[in-house]
């Protein structure tokens, strides 16, 4: 397990829609242990595959002191709304008012390959509804309303860390010295 670097808005794999999980194996435990390490790490409430480049429709969240992951997730979301700030860490220190369904029933697998339903409502149904976005290639800026949405994507644009390329392995002394 480790911490990962978190894929940054602009990458194109937010932009992908992941595929569904078929084999639960070791290298699928391993991922669900680099997604909860790495959302700790952050900190963040909920991280998805495609934010590590990893295309799998997997995710993980820490919600209430709560810690978990989901697999293949299927929502049925409330028709009642809510309004509330939220972020993401694909878009560093910037937060929007985003209407979600207040409430989501969402079933999936465990990393097992057992099925299992979670259920919440406010700050986890959020948090379930972004992080299944994400599978979907979908980021919060697109659930905005168009005014707010205007002026996110031009705080996106005027971030520092917008548009920069990832951080490079840097050559060792050694392979520079025996080139030259
Ligand atoms: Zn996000």
Redesign the pocket.
């Known amino acids: 397990m480790s911490v990962t670097p978190i894929r940054l808005f602009g990458d194109p794999v937010l932009r992908t829609p992941a595929e569904p999980v078929v084999d639960f194996d070791a290298e699928l435990r391993r991922l669900v242990g680099d997604l909860t390490d790495t959302m700790l790490d952050a900190p963040?409430a909920?991280?998805?595959a495609p934010?590590l480049g990893v295309s799998l429709r997997v995710f993980t969240y820490d919600v209430d002191d709560e810690i978990g992951h989901l697999i293949n997730p299927v929502l049925d979301l409330s028709d009642e709304m809510q309004e509330g700030d939220e972020?993401?860490?694909?878009?560093p220190d910037l937060a929007f008012n985003t209407r979600r369904s207040m409430r989501v029933v969402a079933k999936g697998m465990n990393m097992h390959g057992e099925p299992v339903v979670l259920e919440g409502s406010e700050l986890l149904a959020r948090c379930i509804q972004?992080?299944t976005?994400?599978l979907d290639g979908i980021?919060?800026v697109d659930r905005l309303d168009a005014e707010t949405r205007k002026e996110a994507m031009k705080a996106i644009r005027e971030a520092e860390w917008f548009g920069q390329p990832p951080a490079q392995v840097k050559l060792s002394p050694h392979r520079i010295s025996s080139r030259w």
Do not use: Y
């Open positions: 963040g909920g991280l998805a934010q972020g993401c860490l694909s878009v972004h992080e976005d994400h980021m919060f």
